[in-house]
């Protein structure tokens, strides 16, 4: 009971590292792989293996040289001074992502809720700057109840789609140009960039487990999760017509398909778009202790305060110019780690 107790918990924690604003909101998806409709099929199956695979990796080999953050991770992978650069990097990305995050969740509030986005600034901050407070615990306390909501909700929002009798037709439409080669690119540069990010996460939460069987069973676990909610959500997209168009299209797909569960989705997916603030915020405050002895709560308040200057940027555009990037860079990454061999020891 203990192992699977312990292996969920890790899942929940995986996921809802994974799962932010972009990807509960369905910008990110529909940026990575829906709008190749056909190979965005294809190309999540790939991203997927790539989860459940390397995902387990990263927690197995954290517990083999002992990791306490990233930063001796990345050492392990690229050598003392590449490792320096690769830190920074994704140091960088954690705070551009945290960005992203707090700027969708200041959308969720103004384009659906009617709020300003102050008032979404300010609950979103005072939550995670709790939540924080609490460590590990608190971490596991929210995905472990945001996570399974969300696969529920979205599997509701899957059989109203499937209603829909052109959403096959949709689904097996290929678009015109090189859209194979973008879609497989696409598969590999989504992958690195989440694995590049939850390595903060992932790191950290191994070692404090300490038992390679719970978190190799909670890699799998957490990466098939991730591989059945992409699927279901690009179905779900699919049925939007020009659904890159929208900042949140799942909200959109919600109110016009489901608008039962409209505000209770609308909850979700700010769950995970804060799961996902809070996790990036833990793996930064976990890497910046070991240079600055200060309290956690000082190292939050710096944290928030260059988040929120980032935020000021549209959400859409903002998650856009980052995401890309950072995945196209993460590449490096992805692909040392993949060379990296494996214990056969448990």
């Known amino acids: 009971m203990k192992k699977w107790t312990g292996a969920l918990q890790v899942a929940a924690v995986y996921v809802g590292t994974v799962i932010g604003a972009g990807f509960a909101t369905g910008r990110e998806i529909v940026e990575f792989f829906t709008q190749y409709r056909f190979w965005g099929f294809i190309s999540i199956l790939i991203a997927g293996y790539l989860f459940i695979f390397l995902g387990t990796k990263i927690m197995i080999k954290a517990i083999d040289i002992q990791a306490s953050s990233f930063e001796q991770f990345n050492e392990y992978l690229f050598g003392k001074i590449l490792s320096k650069i690769m830190n920074v990097f994704i140091m960088i990305m954690l705070l551009g992502v945290c960005a992203v995050m707090l700027s969708g969740a200041e959308a969720l509030f103004t384009e659906q809720l009617g709020f300003s986005h102050t008032i979404g600034s300010f609950v979103t901050i005072a939550l995670a ?79 404090e487990i300490n038992e390679k069987v719970i978190v190799k069973l909670g890699g799998w676990i957490g990466g098939a999760l991730l591989t059945i909610i992409l699927i279901s959500s690009h179905i779900i997209l699919t049925s939007l017509p020009n659904a890159i168009l929208f900042e949140i299209p799942m909200a959109f797909i919600v109110k016009s398909a489901a608008s039962s569960i409209y505000f209770i989705y609308l909850l979700i997916i700010y769950g995970e778009i804060f799961t996902s603030l809070i996790g990036n915020m833990y793996g930064l405050e976990r890497q910046i202790n070991r240079y600055i002895s200060i309290g956690s709560i000082w190292i939050h308040g710096g944290i928030i305060v260059f988040v929120y200057m980032i935020s000021r940027v549209n959400y859409g555009e903002l998650l856009g110019i980052l995401y890309p990037f950072f995945g196209y860079v993460s590449l490096i990454f992805l692909f040392i780690l993949w060379l990296k061999p494996v214990r056969t020891k448990a």
């Open 129 to 207: 700057l709790i939540v924080m407070a609490l460590g590990v615990k608190g971490l596991f306390a929210v995905n472990t109840f945001v996570v399974p909501m969300l696969i529920f909700f979205n599997f509701i929002l899957l059989y109203h789609s499937i209603e829909n009798k052109q959403i096959l037709t949709s689904l097996l439409h290929n678009p015109e140009g090189f859209i194979s080669i973008k879609a497989i690119i696409a598969a590999f540069s989504y992958a690195a960039f989440n694995l590049a990010l939850a390595q903060a996460v992932l790191v950290p939460v191994a070692v």
